[in-house]
Structures are given as structure tokens and as C-alpha cells.
């Protein structure tokens, strides 16, 4: 059994990094498109949609899509795992779970574009040594600011903080709405999808797994 987990974590530690080389490999390929080029590129799409461009009141769109761009997708500049490095250990041997709850976020499916709006909770079991809780918000945030998946970006934060802070387990879940389903397609309103990745103890321990739960109480919580 410890042979197997331990490929499946060498497994999950591959495919982290992998995943580290092609945001790198993106924002390279984002460093060839001008900004001139970009905007033109909004222009192009303005006029596939059936307006003018050029009129009043899109003649300033293209420069504030590719602004806005630039805020929605900066975790393509980002590496989350540098806002874990800072550490402390003079907790007095603090040794239970932290949990950091309702972590807002705004990020983009990657297939058609739309925001997925929604919040996430974040455990974990230290070991020696714990983080700054504003800094498990801007690791969700780090991966958020991309073009996602949910199922992907739950696994990416769990994994991150698994591989950074090695500790004895790590519990993430994630509750969105996606507005590719809400705002197109089948258009249905007030459904919102929930994923999970528990790690170690999370994974491996019911009462752990299920203190987790209870603490984020996701059911009894009101949606956003």
C-alpha cells in the first residue's frame, strides 16, 4: 500500500509540474501578441458579433478588454507556490487542522470563456511549521486567474500545498457557478457544482475528512 501512494504522489507531483511548464510556456507565447494586436484582435470580434467598432461607444472596448485581460488572467505571471515559502514555526507546537473558508474567486472556463464565479475551503494538518492564512487566499487566487477547469483547479491548489508545506494532509473543496452553463446552452440558474481533493489524512482518516466538512459546512452556508 505505502509502494502505491507513494507512486500515485510521485504521479500528482509530475503532473503538478507539468502543469507549472506550460503556464510558463503560455506566458511566453503571450510575450509574441502586442498589445496593439490583441486590441485589434477585440476589434475583429466586435465586428463578428454585428457592431461597429468604431462607433462611440466601442471605440475605447478593445483597450479595456486587453486591460481587463490583464487582471482576469494574471496567474499566468504568478507562482503560487512562492506565496507558501515564508513560513513560522513558533506556534507552540500547534498541531490541529486550519481551515480558511469562503476564499472568493473569479476565474475563466477554459472552453468557452466564461467566468466561473464562486468560493473555495482550504485545510490543512501542519506539521512544524504553519502560514500566513492571506497567503492560502492568493494561492486559490494564483490558479484562479487562469483559464480553468474546476476539477483542475481544485486538484492545482491541493497539490500546491501538499508539495510546499508537506503536511500530514490537505483538504480543498471548491462550490461555482459556471456561467457557460447559466448564460448559454442549457441556461439553467441557481446551480452551482462542487468539487473536492483530499490529500493524506484527509484522504485517509473519515473523522478527519469529516471534521473538514463540518467546518466549511457547505450545506448550511448561504450561496453567493
Known amino acids: 500500500m505505502r509502494t502505491q501512494a507513494a507512486r500515485v504522489n510521485r504521479a500528482r507531483r509530475r503532473s503538478h509540474h507539468r502543469a507549472h511548464y506550460r503556464a510558463g510556456k503560455m506566458a511566453k507565447t503571450k510575450g509574441k501578441v502586442t498589445r496593439a494586436g490583441a486590441e485589434a484582435a477585440v476589434r475583429t470580434l466586435l465586428r463578428w458579433a454585428g457592431d461597429d467598432p468604431h462607433r462611440e461607444g466601442l ?24 506565496y507558501l515559502r515564508r513560513t513560522f514555526e513558533e506556534v ?21 470563456m466564461a467566468p466561473i464565479i464562486g468560493r473555495a475551503h482550504v485545510g490543512y494538518l501542519p506539521t512544524r511549521r504553519v502560514v500566513g492564512i492571506s497567503k492560502l487566499a492568493r494561492v486559490v487566487d494564483g490558479f484562479a486567474r487562469r483559464f480553468q477547469v474546476q476539477e483542475k483547479l481544485t486538484a492545482q ?22 456561467q457557460c452553463m447559466t448564460t448559454r446552452g442549457v441556461h439553467k440558474r441557481g446551480v452551482s ?9 484527509f484522504r485517509a482518516d473519515a473523522s478527519t475528512r469529516s471534521e473538514f466538512l463540518r ?8 450561496r453567493r
Do not use: N
Request: glycine fraction near 8%; aromatic fraction near 8%; proline fraction near 4%.
Open 215 to 222: 467546518f466549511i459546512d457547505i450545506e448550511g452556508s448561504e
Open 193 to 201: 457544482m462542487v468539487t473536492s481533493r483530499m490529500v493524506g489524512a
Open 157 to 178: 491548489i491541493a497539490s500546491c500545498i501538499d508539495d510546499v508545506l508537506k503536511p500530514r494532509g490537505v483538504g480543498v473543496v471548491i462550490d461555482a457557478v459556471h
Open 92 to 112: 507552540e507546537g500547534y498541531d490541529e487542522m486550519i481551515v480558511l473558508r469562503d476564499i472568493s474567486f473569479e476565474s475563466h472556463c477554459e472552453h468557452h
Open 59 to 82: 471605440r475605447d472596448t478593445p483597450k479595456r478588454v486587453v486591460d481587463a485581460y490583464g487582471d482576469w488572467f494574471s496567474g499566468y505571471t504568478s507562482d503560487p507556490r512562492s
